[in-house]
């Protein structure tokens, strides 16, 4: 197999080369052929949301990313209507009740807006059942093919954390806007002049929130049933502050362009931004997603000025002088990175720039991290204790610390 094998359908559209993934997500070569769970990368981020067509219009307006397929009563789908977005390599779906009593509804009404499945793009999805069955997990949709005009996919689905899921597909043989039963759309949003093409180029990993005393079960989970690999692990004081505190470890696919820190609570004197995640969506699921940016100095400014809020970072974080020691020369001043609120960090590998929204829905539990790898395969673990204090200070505004 060729290293251009090792791309996904996303990313050969959105003409990414291996070079600019491994800069973006860390990016590592993998034998797939000595992988009993061969995970080529992320195929859509798939969400359950209280209105679709409204939700549509605020990811492409306040994050760049643009229609391309569609799918609803109009095209035989009666129960919901799905939208789907790109930006680069990252494919969005998002799902709206049209049906009262659908599904939907029913997922929206108890967790929010939120993430329902986590696909995967994988080479062979029967091959992947099967070692996932030999492992104990729960197959929730055998292999199968759907097929239309524009060719076949061949899908699965297994359960992980909650009520997440993990669609397995492979759609090597398929040229459509997405699958079959969508059709193509086109976007009628029109852009200011010199905008830029897209704020984010891929998806750099997404954190699951589990029940406390569970973290360490989905972490052999995925270990076992899909072959990821320990990549790093923060517990103790390394996520805590005076009040609150979490542990997480982190698994990751051969590759390292499908990544899941997997977080649960830790006992401490007050409510943890854990604890209330798993009370407002009502138990585990996806808490925030990591969008890979060349710029996030430039896609700060264009979400900001669409209306996106970002966690604020006091002034004592940037005038620190164990901080300009540590983080040495970056490519951005840090007077900017204070300007905007860019969080910086730096490992043995290189250094990131990272920042977080504030939750995006009604509900505080599903928020964004914009992240700029450069040579960094961390995730920020110089960055925890001022992160956590911000989210602290967010959780004391609203009631819920």
Known sequence: MSLQDTLTDQERLAELGLDELRRLVGLVDHDPATDPFPVTGWDAVVWAVGNATQAAHFYESAFGMRVVAYAGPETGRRDHKAYVLESGAVRFVLLGAVDPASRVADHHRRHGDGVVDIALEVPDVDRCVEHARREGATVLEEPHDVSDEHGTVRRAAIATYGETRHSLVDRSRYDGPYLPGFVA??????????????????????????????????????????????????????????????????????????????????????????????????????????????????????????????????????????????????????????????LVDRDEDGYLLQIFTRPTGDRPTVFFELIERHGSLGFGKGNFQALFEAIEREQARRGNF
């Open 185 to 342: 759309r086109e976007s009628t949003l029109v852009r200011p002049p010199g905008a830029p093409k897209r704020l984010f180029q891929a998806l750099d990993h997404v954190v699951g929130n589990v029940e406390l005393g569970r973290m360490d079960e989905w972490v052999g989970f995925y270990r076992r049933v899909m072959g990821f690999t320990n990549m790093a692990e923060f517990i103790g004081d390394d996520i805590a502050t005076d009040y609150s505190a979490l542990m997480s470890k982190v698994v990751a696919s051969g590759n390292h362009r499908v990544k899941f820190p997997l977080n649960e609570p830790a006992v401490a004197r007050r409510k943890s931004q854990i604890d209330e995640y798993l009370e407002f969506y009502g138990g585990p699921g996806a808490q925030h997603l990591a969008l890979a940016t060349n710029d996030i100095v430039g896609t700060v400014d264009a979400m900001a000025a669409a209306g996106i809020e970002f966690l604020p970072t006091p002034a004592s974080y940037y005038e620190d002088p164990a901080l300009r020691a540590r983080i040495g020369e970056v490519r951005v001043p840090v007077e900017e990175l204070q300007a905007r609120g860019i």
